[in-house]
């Protein structure tokens, strides 16, 4: 008989089991902050236990052994027996951020316990009253081993009602060393008479002895369909393990990161692939329709070729919307995150914030929200370490003791705005202009407008900080996250009012795969310039432009003066329009920066299905990416914060 390989369903249990932990945690952070629904209990003990059952079924014993000893505790919460104080919220945060490393190394094949999970495990035994000895799996911690275990187990009378052997059980002890029975008890006192019997009944207990270096949690594990349906006790027969560390000097739960690995899978609902299902059935039908005429074609079915490829257009269009609305994700699986981080922070820094999110349900394409994580972590942590004052300092200022941090997500047009704001001290005029005036990024005699004060906070290794510290700093790693956001084809903005906080503005495309672009004509190549970058588009008269010293040049845009850039020398293209009156200067936005682009012509605005040109070819500055155009040829798509910095290094040159 052949064996089903459980390997195939791990990828599932993993997602499904992060997802338990995601609403173990929002349900934890909710009690703690006094909503005393029992549903919230309910949902943290169904979350444990169905991770418990999933690592006992395909081997992750180690995992099944602490969930084990969190469910009982989660037992004891759901029953009334104990209460949801501080202590225990604070223990069972720390066993969820335990669980994700578990779950970490289990996917990636290593030890799955560790120090912080024994001690764990330990702290939850002793709230338990249950002895120390029989914590955690026996390959945890360095030299410790056993002669093997002592097991007293006695079925309660229903227990094999419950479809249930024992003889299961001792065939899956007996394959982990040796068994032996050292006592066989009947549950009833006096005996029964035969005839009186109940077969569906339990009637004997066992006393077994398993001899071997075996781990406890394998042990656990073989009895793990029994819990609650029997009385088990289970012993070290002799123990000869190394000291362990104690709670207080066993290594810290990690604090939540974002996931380094991406996601390998997503889960779409089935409106969206009846919808995909539907368009193709429409696309063959046109097809059908299509070789028909091809097949009997003649001049009066011209019209009826045209409404046919009509047709196909919309179906094509239509398609490609629903699929792209199959990668469509809500952004709140990036904003769960921030309430168990915030919640962190307050706690560190001695300071209270009131958390407000908003737009959860706008969704982004599944590329974007895996990459936009770090940026929002970088401020979040920002906004509460420096941007909020502490309760003191807040009502000193007039200000509520609690302070307020809500991220905001929407669409608007092809982009989605994320927003996050504090209403915290803003950014401090004096000491920033103190700071740029040390770096010599300004002169003493320099008058700087709100919107150019933001901008230094963006300027690598930029800090008001006297001292670094391990959480964030104003301005410490801010170029990063203009940088991150930039790759995504967004940009970062700051908008601040002193003593009256801070709004971060990041505008992200809502896809990566395909773009708005508009196409251009450079010699007798063709570029794409992404539609999000470009402000306008204009004619320059020769008098129009001026020449600076180093070989720039700018052009008159508006009520001032903006640097141009000509394309065909940047990429050397050949019998380009090199007079700026005979060509056109798109004025686009790189990051805060606006510059004019010169290319020889515009040919018009396309939708862009996006091509890696670095997988395919190699990473070539100034250029994203690449397409196929609609005659068959290669047209590449500008990357224009590429654009202006490699201009500038050729004209420095």
Same mark, same amino acid.
């Given at each position: $008989?052949?064996?089903?390989?459980?390997?195939?369903?791990?990828?599932?249990?993993?997602?499904?089991?992060?997802?338990?932990?995601?609403? $173990?945690?929002?349900?934890?952070?909710?009690?703690?902050?006094?909503?005393?629904?029992?549903?919230?209990?309910?949902?943290?003990?169904?979350?444990?236990?169905?991770?418990?059952?999933?690592?006992?079924?395909?081997?992750?014993?180690?995992?099944?052994?602490?969930?084990? /000893?969190?469910?009982?505790?989660?037992?004891?919460? !759901?029953?009334?027996?104990?209460?949801?104080?501080?202590?225990?919220?604070?223990?069972?945060?720390?066993? /969820?951020?335990?669980?994700?490393?578990?779950?970490?190394?289990?996917?990636?094949?290593?030890?799955?316990?560790?120090?912080?999970?024994?001690?764990?495990?330990?702290?939850?035994?002793?709230?338990?009253?249950?002895?120390?000895?029989?914590?955690?799996?026996?390959?945890?911690?360095?030299?410790?081993?056993?002669?093997?275990?002592?097991?007293?187990?006695?079925?309660?009378?229903?227990?094999?009602?419950?479809?249930?052997?024992?003889?299961?059980?001792?065939?899956?002890?007996?394959?982990?060393?040796?068994?032996?029975?050292?006592?066989?008890?009947?549950?009833?006192?006096?005996?029964?008479?035969?005839?009186?019997?109940?077969?569906?009944?339990?009637?004997? *207990?066992?006393?077994?002895?398993?001899?071997?270096?075996?781990?406890?949690?394998?042990?656990?594990?073989?009895?793990?369909?029994?819990?609650?349906?029997?009385?088990?006790?289970?012993?070290?027969?002799?123990?000869?393990?190394?000291?362990?560390?104690?709670?207080?000097?066993?290594?810290?739960?990690?604090?939540?990161?974002?996931?380094?690995?991406?996601?390998?899978?997503?889960?779409?609902?089935?409106?969206?692939?009846?919808?995909?299902?539907? $368009?193709? *059935?429409?696309?063959?039908?046109?097809?059908?329709?299509?070789?028909?005429?091809?097949?009997?074609?003649?001049?009066?079915?011209?019209?009826?070729?045209?409404?046919?490829?009509?047709?196909?257009?919309?179906?094509?269009?239509?398609?490609?919307?629903?699929?792209? !609305?199959?990668?469509?994700?809500?952004?709140?699986?990036?904003?769960?995150?921030?309430?168990?981080?915030?919640?962190?922070?307050?706690?560190?820094?001695?300071?209270?914030?009131?958390?407000?999110? !908003?737009?959860?349900?706008?969704?982004?394409?599944?590329?974007?929200?895996?990459?936009?994580?770090?940026?929002?972590?970088?401020?979040?942590?920002?906004?509460?370490?420096?941007?909020?004052?502490?309760?003191?300092?807040?009502?000193?200022?007039?200000?509520?003791?609690?302070?307020?941090?809500?991220?905001?997500?929407?669409?608007?047009?092809?982009?989605?705005?994320?927003? /996050?704001?504090?209403?915290?001290?803003?950014?401090?005029?004096?000491?920033?202009?103190?700071?740029?005036?040390?770096? *010599?990024?300004?002169?003493?005699?320099?008058?700087?407008?709100?919107?150019?004060?933001?901008?230094?906070?963006?300027?690598?290794?930029?800090?008001?900080?006297?001292?670094?510290?391990?959480?964030?700093?104003?301005?410490? *790693? $801010?170029?990063?996250?203009?940088?991150?956001?930039?790759?995504?084809?967004?940009?970062?903005?700051?908008?601040?009012?002193?003593?009256?906080?801070?709004?971060?503005?990041?505008?992200?495309?809502?896809?990566?795969?395909?773009?708005?672009?508009?196409?251009?004509?450079?010699?007798?190549?063709?570029?794409?310039?992404?539609?999000?970058?470009?402000?306008?588009?204009?004619?320059?008269?020769?008098?129009?432009?001026?020449?600076?010293?180093?070989?720039?040049?700018?052009?008159?845009? !508006?009520?001032?003066?903006?640097?141009?850039?000509?394309?065909?020398?940047?990429?050397?293209?050949?019998?380009?329009?090199?007079?700026?009156?005979?060509?056109?200067?798109?004025?686009?936005?790189?990051?805060?920066?606006?510059?004019?682009?010169?290319?020889?012509?515009?040919?018009?605005?396309?939708?862009?299905?996006?091509?890696?040109?670095?997988?395919?070819?190699?990473?070539?500055?100034?250029?994203?990416?690449?397409?196929?155009?609609?005659?068959?040829?290669?047209?590449?798509?500008?990357?224009?914060?590429?654009?202006?910095?490699?201009?500038?290094?050729?004209?420095?040159?």
């Amino acid at each position: $008989m052949s064996t089903v390989d459980l390997r195939q369903f791990h990828q599932t249990f993993f997602e499904e089991s992060l997802e338990g932990l995601d609403a $173990m945690e929002q349900a934890l952070l909710a009690l703690e902050n006094g909503a005393g629904d029992s549903e919230l209990v309910h949902t943290i003990f169904r979350a444990a236990h169905s991770i418990k059952g999933g690592a006992a079924t395909f081997g992750f014993s180690d995992l099944a052994a602490f969930t084990h /000893v969190l469910e009982s505790l989660l037992d004891e919460l !759901r029953g009334g027996r104990r209460a949801a104080d501080a202590e225990t919220i604070e223990l069972l945060l720390q066993s /969820v951020d335990c669980m994700r490393g578990m779950l970490a190394r289990s996917r990636d094949g290593g030890a799955v316990a560790d120090a912080a999970s024994e001690s764990l495990r330990e702290r939850f035994a002793a709230m338990l009253g249950k002895p120390v000895a029989g914590s955690a799996a026996g390959e945890a911690g360095p030299g410790l081993s056993a002669d093997g275990w002592r097991i007293r187990f006695r079925p309660l009378p229903h227990l094999l009602r419950t479809g249930n052997d024992p003889l299961r059980i001792f065939r899956e002890l007996a394959g982990h060393g040796a068994l032996v029975v050292k006592q066989v008890q009947p549950l009833q006192q006096p005996r029964p008479a035969f005839a009186e019997l109940d077969p569906t009944a339990a009637a004997l *207990g066992w006393e077994l002895e398993l001899h071997g270096d075996i781990p406890r949690s394998r042990v656990e594990g073989a009895f793990e369909w029994v819990d609650g349906d029997c009385e088990l006790d289970i012993q070290l027969l002799r123990d000869r393990r190394a000291p362990r560390p104690s709670p207080d000097t066993a290594a810290p739960a990690a604090v939540r990161e974002p996931a380094a690995h991406e996601a390998g899978s997503i889960r779409v609902s089935i409106a969206k692939v009846d919808a995909l299902i539907n $368009m193709v *059935g429409e696309l063959v039908i046109t097809q059908s329709m299509l070789g028909d005429i091809g097949e009997h074609f003649s001049v009066d079915r011209l019209a009826r070729l045209r409404e046919g490829l009509a047709q196909l257009d919309r179906t094509t269009r239509e398609l490609q919307e629903s699929v792209m !609305r199959i990668r469509m994700l809500p952004i709140g699986a990036v904003f769960n995150r921030f309430p168990r981080m915030v919640r962190d922070l307050e706690h560190r820094l001695g300071k209270r914030v009131k958390l407000e999110l !908003r737009g959860e349900s706008t969704e982004v394409d599944k590329t974007v929200l895996e990459k936009i994580g770090d940026p929002l972590v970088h401020l979040v942590r920002n906004a509460v370490d420096h941007g909020l004052e502490t309760p003191a300092e807040r009502v000193a200022a007039g200000k509520p003791e609690v302070g307020t941090l809500r991220m905001d997500a929407r669409h608007e047009g092809g982009n989605v705005v994320v927003e /996050v704001v504090d209403d915290g001290a803003g950014l401090r005029r004096g000491p920033i202009i103190a700071k740029a005036m040390q770096r *010599g990024l300004v002169r003493a005699d320099q008058r700087l407008d709100d919107q150019e004060l933001a901008e230094l906070i963006f300027q690598p290794g930029f800090s008001t900080n006297a001292e670094a510290t391990d959480v964030s700093g104003r301005g410490v *790693g $801010m170029d990063v996250v203009r940088r991150n956001v930039n790759d995504l084809g967004g940009s970062v903005s700051v908008r601040s009012r002193e003593g009256g906080g801070c709004t971060f503005t990041i505008v992200l495309p809502l896809t990566l795969a395909i773009i708005e672009g508009l196409v251009t004509a450079v010699g007798a190549e063709r570029y794409i310039v992404p539609l999000i970058a470009v402000v306008e588009s204009l004619q320059v008269p020769a008098q129009g432009v001026r020449h600076v010293a180093g070989g720039g040049e700018l052009f008159h845009f !508006r009520d001032g003066w903006l640097p141009l850039v000509r394309l065909h020398a940047v990429f050397g293209c050949s019998d380009a329009v090199t007079a700026i009156e005979q060509g056109i200067v798109i004025v686009v936005e790189a990051g805060a920066r606006r510059v004019g682009v010169l290319v020889d012509s515009l040919v018009g605005q396309h939708q862009t299905v996006i091509k890696s040109l670095e997988s395919h070819y190699r990473r070539v500055e100034g250029i994203s990416g690449a397409t196929i155009a609609s005659d068959g040829s290669v047209a590449l798509i500008v990357d224009i914060g590429g654009i202006v910095r490699l201009a500038g290094r050729r004209k420095a040159a």
